[in-house]
Structure formats: structure tokens, C-alpha cells
């Protein structure tokens, strides 16, 4: 059982940072990739960014330059530093991660969701 567990939504005006953080527990032998989606109401799910374990990252076009993420692999935890925040990037934000819980076997795991409100 793998378990993601995120903190750091809330309220913001425009033009503001948020840090989310991203916290993997639970049977994980290795994880290979950690990043964030995000789902704003009546819209699909799009990736935000990703940051492999050895830190290569790629962000979504929208967030280039505002957004950071990045990654603490002895706390199996990543980041995401929001600046200069818009109210078209108010959304439920989702952690996830592909992982292997044993050496021969992968499997992809998501977060609960946190919310990420921006507006004056």
C-alpha cells in the first residue's frame, strides 16, 4: 500500500506563491518519478510538472517561470513553489508518483487533492 499525502493549498491573491509538498509512504522500493496535476472544475486533469528521481524536470507551458518543482529523494518528498499566481491556476492540485513496490513490479499512485484558490 502506497499512500500520498499532500499539504500547503489555501487561499492567495493574484500575484502570490504557494509551496505544495507531496509526502510518499508506504511499501515503495524505488520511486522513479514524482510531479503534480491539476483539475480545475469542468476541465480534464492536466500535468503541471515532473521531476525524475534524477532531477530532470518539464513543466507545463503555462507555468514555465513561475513554477518550481523539486524533490527530497531521502524524504521521499516533492515540492512544488508556486510564484506570481494567476486565477486561471486555481484548481485541485494532485500529487503522483510511478513507483516500484518491488523490483519487478510498477504501479502509479495519486494523491488526494489540495486546493489551490486564487482571487482577490
Known amino acids: 500500500q502506497v499512500q500520498l499525502v499532500e499539504s500547503g493549498g489555501g487561499l492567495v491573491q493574484p500575484g502570490g506563491s504557494l509551496r505544495l509538498s507531496c509526502v510518499a509512504s508506504g511499501s515503495i522500493f524505488s520511486i522513479y518519478a514524482m510531479g503534480w496535476y491539476r483539475q480545475a472544475p469542468g476541465k480534464q486533469r492536466d500535468l503541471v510538472a515532473v521531476?525524475?528521481?534524477?532531477?530532470?524536470?518539464n513543466y507545463a507551458d503555462s507555468v514555465k517561470g513561475r513554477f518550481t518543482i523539486s524533490r527530497d529523494n531521502a524524504k521521499s518528498t516533492v515540492y512544488l513553489q508556486m510564484n506570481s499566481l494567476k486565477p486561471e491556476d486555481t484548481a485541485v492540485y494532485y500529487c503522483a508518483a510511478r513507483l516500484a513496490v518491488c523490483p519487478a513490479v510498477s504501479t502509479s499512485s495519486w494523491g488526494q487533492g489540495t486546493q489551490v484558490t486564487v482571487s482577490s
Open positions: 521531476i525524475t528521481n534524477s532531477g530532470i524536470t
